[in-house]
């Protein structure tokens, strides 16, 4: 049945957005998002979204895959509107803090939608490697569902030895970046693929993502006195990756950087999660008590009889207990001073 013109709803039906088009959301900035549409090239305009109001509460993250309507030609001073939010293959949360007794330490972050990949970037010297943040990020990949891989920079100045080995149980793939490495391995890995960079300051993530985007022309920071470089810009942003050479119809990737992100707050992590991070203590855990904590309070804990059979590596029982404290809010674990006898523990 057709409505004659008169009878047409007005404002009660809402519209359905059938003509909505395709986005996929490259940045966020003050409420303005940045898309692309799904045949654009490098050199298409991209798109400047707003949200609908009738997206409600839901928030709209780097990675997620949206319906625009409204003015989507790219043209200067046009804006389109976001209507709706496809459902996320995968989700990447923080917490803000890990301290759940505050309300802050409870806020829990979506970082970016959709990822594959979780590419968690560390240098092998200035700074050193610090293991205790490599295993929460794991965390993080494996609660979102998200494959880690591990990319060790600055390998002219330290091999990787210390940090492989702390991680052997853990068949984790990991790639090494010197500056005149080709970067083909880490390419050849992050092609037609969505991978999120993280990692400290001053690790050479930023010199990474030029290489590997040299349209990006991302800061690049100096490691400062106390450690801390400079910090430009703290929203996570989206970057093409360039064509690959062989083949025009393969999709090259997209890496997206998050500058903001310096460490992952677990809060949000149930502790069985939180174990699901650490593969290769999960088996041990079998012939605990019922309802075990793990932690070093519990004097039956199995986890100590499988380090000491060498099944596991003690230092990563050492972390997981370290994560596990962090978030019942015994101490910071993040400062490395806590573990005085392991330089790579530091988080
Ligand atoms: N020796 C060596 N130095 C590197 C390498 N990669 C980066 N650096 C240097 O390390 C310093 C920090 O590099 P950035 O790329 O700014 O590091 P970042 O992780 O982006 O840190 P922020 O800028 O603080 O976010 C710079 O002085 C780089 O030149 C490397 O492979 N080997
Ligand atoms: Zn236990």
Redesign the pocket.
């Known amino acids: 049945m057709r409505p004659g013109k008169s009878s047409r709803p007005r404002t009660r039906t809402r519209p359905r957005h059938e003509d909505a088009v395709d986005g996929f959301v490259i940045a966020v900035d003050r409420g303005r998002y940045t898309c692309v549409l799904p045949d654009a090239g490098p050199d298409d305009p991209v798109v400047t979204a707003m949200r609908a109001r009738e997206l409600g509460r839901k928030s709209v993250v780097v990675g997620d895959r949206v319906g625009l309507v409204g003015d989507t030609s790219g043209a200067a001073g046009a804006l389109a509107r976001i209507v709706r939010i496809a459902e996320r293959s995968s989700v990447l949360r923080r917490t803000a803090d890990d301290d759940e007794s505050t309300a802050e330490g409870r806020l829990e972050r979506v970082v970016v939608a959709n990822a594959d990949q979780l590419v968690i970037v560390s240098a092998l010297a200035d700074p050193p490697p610090r293991t205790g943040f490599v295993d929460r990020c794991l965390v993080a990949a494996y609660d979102a569902d998200i494959e880690p891989l591990l990319c060790l920079?600055?390998?002219?100045?330290a091999g990787p030895e210390a940090v492989v080995d702390y991680y052997t149980e853990l068949e984790l793939p990991y790639v090494l970046?010197?500056?005149d490495s080709d970067l083909a391995a880490l390419r050849a890995l992050l092609t037609g693929r969505i991978s999120v960079l993280v990692?400290h300051?001053?690790?050479?993530?930023?010199?990474l993502v030029n290489r590997l985007v040299p349209a990006a022309d991302r800061?690049?920071?100096?490691?400062s006195a106390i450690g801390r470089?400079?910090h430009t810009s703290t929203s996570a942003v989206a970057l093409r990756l360039p064509a690959v050479p062989d083949g025009a119809t393969t999709d090259p990737g997209w890496i997206i950087d998050t500058?903001g992100v310096r460490s992952f707050g677990l809060a949000h992590v149930s502790a069985e999660s939180l174990l699901h991070g650490f593969p290769d203590l999960v088996e041990g855990t079998v012939d605990c008590p019922a309802n075990c904590q793990h932690t070093t309070e519990e004097a039956d804990c199995a986890l100590d009889a499988w380090v000491a059979a060498g099944k596991a590596d003690a230092r990563r029982l050492a972390s997981y207990r370290r994560l596990l404290a962090s978030r019942s809010g015994e101490g910071d674990p993040r400062e490395p001073e806590r573990n005085p006898g392991d330089p790579l523990a530091g988080s």
Not at 153 to 157: E, G, I, S, V, Y
Not at 201 to 207: D, L, N, P, R, Y
């Open positions: 920079t600055k390998a002219d100045l970046v010197r500056p990692g300051s001053g690790v050479g993530k930023s010199t800061a690049v920071g100096t490691v470089g400079r500058p």
